[in-house]
């Protein structure tokens, strides 16, 4: 197994931030949706619903969830990366949006106290940057609501260097070298099967399922026990 390769906590470049926008997310983002409308209906959630997306990047993914769902779900973005923020404003209000998703500059390590509790906390992709992980799933924990829904999937480590750069040029090798530059170190700086459950546990996520849902993904989905 090739050791974990941190990389930038905070992609907070105006050329970064443009970059990853622009980047075809829609397959990832749409199956992210599908699948996690599937968990709500496992857990019994049902009308609007309370939503904190944990690193929304450009708000992509709420904006996915809003254009698959018929209910008016209200969704909390939070992003430390202001440049994400700002383009994720811009597609909110494209999208025609802004009074279900709302966006804010908060650090998922540290979420204030008066934010929440939601009936579903979701994250993609945004694990992987945390130096420190075990810090972000606690938050998550805490912020849901007992019996909600957690859901969050990210990239998974490569057993060996071969692997990865296999990994790259089958899903960015028609990309820019940003972004094939971009998946390598993400899948660099993942995190293993081992290493997620071993936080799941830690954090006392309750009923929780980890499981490997593609080449380069794990999936968890869990709740919180009743207080």
């Not at 090739?2 to 749409?30: T, W």
């Not at 990047?57 to 440049?83: M, N, Y």
């Amino acid at each position: 197994m090739i050791p974990r390769q941190l990389e930038p906590e905070v992609m907070d470049e105006s050329g970064e931030a443009q970059e990853y926008n622009q980047m075809d997310h829609r397959e990832v983002n749409e199956l992210f949706v599908t699948d996690l409308a599937w968990e709500v209906t496992q857990y019994d959630l049902t009308g609007v619903l309370q939503v904190l997306d944990v690193g929304t990047g450009t708000a992509l993914i709420p904006i996915e969830i809003c254009r698959q769902s018929k209910e008016p779900h209200q969704i909390i973005g939070i992003d430390l990366s202001k440049e994400m923020l700002k383009l994720g404003e811009q597609n909110v209000e494209e999208a025609k949006l802004s009074e279900q998703i709302s966006l804010k500059s908060i650090d998922a390590k540290q979420i204030p106290e008066d934010l929440g509790p939601f009936d579903v906390v979701i994250s993609n992709s945004i694990v992987h940057h945390i130096p420190e992980p075990a810090d972000v799933f606690r938050e998550m924990v805490r912020v849901l609501k007992p019996g909600g829904l957690l859901f969050i999937r990210d990239l998974m480590r490569p057993e060996s260097e071969d692997e990865l750069m296999k990994l790259v040029e089958e899903y960015a090798g028609e990309e820019s070298f940003y972004a094939q530059k971009l998946l390598a170190n993400s899948l660099h700086a993942a995190l293993t099967l081992e290493e997620v459950n071993e936080l799941a546990e830690e954090a006392g996520i309750d009923r929780f399922s980890l499981n490997a849902t593609s080449d380069r993904h794990w999936t968890l989905s869990g709740s919180k026990a009743a207080e």
